[in-house]
């Protein structure tokens, strides 16, 4: 987070007017009293003291660690997660690499953004397992083979004609989910290969006279790509996870239409 960003969340705020903060800009007032500093000297070791304790807030104030386990899922979300975690650690080797100057510190911020994107696809893999799972407990060969067991339902009666309606919704629910699976890992995969790309291109930009546009043009793709990912993670958060949402262009109403 930058320092504005920092600033403008709530635990700063809270920390302006804490107890600490007050106490802080006492004792610093008080230490400068003992040492006969004066009244200026007072003022300016209160400030220095409440600046202090304001300091630390911020070293706090940034959103907590995602903790990627990628053992938490089954294939293909595990390997998806696992490649990602390869790109961003491959990113790092290169940054550290580079000489010290304004190319390395231009490659550190595009780092950050890609840190974003790595915990953008762990939460769409984590989604995606759930869909896997939740896919996992239909049991749509039984439903399709008791449907089948009824034969025609011209003429049939009201019970058996309810209860291949209710069959029916189970095989459409289990294809519904089959697509989003589908979808979401051909996604996760395209936006995956895009982020391994763009960290090939630092790697080579670290190691050679980068200019400031070639720098700024990896930094747009790494931040599309953080983009579409956190797209594609809010669209799999709202679905009821039975109807297709994911397109080729981003998210989609519940028709499959891109939104």
Known sequence: MSLRDRIATRRFGEALVSPSAIVSTGAGAALAVLVGLGPIGVVLGGAAFFGGRMAFALRGSG?????????????????????????????????????????????????????????ECWKVARAGHQLSAARARLDAVGARAELDSLGPLDGATPSVAATAEALQSQLDTARRLETTIDQTRDRLRLLNARLDDAVSRSIELSVSSATDTQIAEVGNDVA???????ALRQALEIADGTVPIVSGEGPATASGSPA
């Open 63 to 119: 959103p907590p660690k995602v903790r990627i386990d990628p053992f938490q899922l089954d294939d293909p979300w595990r390997r998806l997660t696992q490649d990602a975690l390869a790109a961003r650690a491959q990113f790092a080797d290169a940054v550290r690499s580079a000489p010290d100057g304004p190319l390395r510190d231009r490659l550190a911020e595009i780092g950050t953004q890609i840190s974003d994107n790595v915990d």
């Open 224 to 230: 599309a790509i953080t983009q579409e990912m956190e």
